[in-house]
């Protein structure tokens, strides 16, 4: 069974500061998601990758395919930037997702 | 503008009752994906569909149906059968051939809460 585990599970930091959000995975993938869920509930793709790096804006993500692993960076954060976090996995061969629990950050003015 | 729309927003429901929620998608997606959201628990998958007129269950498809007669549209029904039917559903699409599945889109979800 493929877990994925995101760390940590909160996170306050105050604007500015650059922000790191993990992501583990057990098993061999196909793709990474990281998703960004808004207060009101709706999910807003951010970056979808399978190998190396990938930067829109102020977000990075990085993915190391050996190591199961998978980091997301926002950089000069905002409080805009306060959502919750989630990394989703797709199993080789496989069309289902298994999604983390997701991270909340919190970002003060 | 393209994208997923889903209604209602929120939904009340009695026992006993079968409820309906609406995913319209104008993205010309060929896979579409029902899932459910608790708190402090990831996404599960209820239902998706591949390709019109077929879909497969996802993990936890108990007492829920769905059908897939148009590209655009994937209805998802809470039946009575459902033992603990509140919670937030929110509905995804995607490209889907062969082994490439894109990246997802979601609708803005739906608050199913039984009375």
């Known amino acids: 069974k493929n877990e994925v585990e995101q760390s940590p599970q909160n996170l306050t930091a105050q604007e500015g500061e650059f922000i790191t959000i993990n992501c583990s995975y057990s098993v061999g993938i196909s793709a990474l998601h990281w998703l960004q869920q808004h207060p009101g509930g709706g999910i807003v793709s951010l970056f979808m990758?399978?190998?190396g790096k990938k930067k829109h804006g102020r977000l990075i993500a990085t993915i190391n395919i050996q190591e199961k692993h998978s980091s997301l960076h926002i950089t000069a954060s905002h409080p805009r930037d306060s959502a919750v976090y989630i990394c989703a996995v797709r199993e080789s061969g496989n069309e289902k997702l298994t999604f983390g629990t997701g991270t909340r950050l919190t970002i003060i003015p | 503008d393209g994208g997923i729309t889903q209604s209602p927003k929120y939904l009340f429901r009695k026992e006993g009752q079968n409820v309906t929620l609406s995913c319209e998608q104008n993205l010309n997606h060929d896979a579409m994906y029902w899932y459910r959201q608790d708190p402090g628990q990831g996404l599960r998958l209820i239902y998706y569909s591949q390709i019109v007129n077929d879909f497969q269950k996802g993990d936890i498809a108990e007492g829920y149906s769905v059908s897939r007669e148009k590209k655009e549209s994937f209805p998802l029904t809470v039946t009575s059968a459902q033992k603990n039917p509140t919670a937030f559903y929110l509905c995804?699409?995607?490209?889907?051939?062969?082994?490439?599945?894109?990246?997802?889109?979601f609708g803005e979800g739906s608050r199913l809460t039984v009375l």
């Open positions: 990758l399978s190998s």
């Open positions: 995804a699409s995607s490209f889907s051939g062969g082994a490439y599945t894109g990246e997802l889109f």
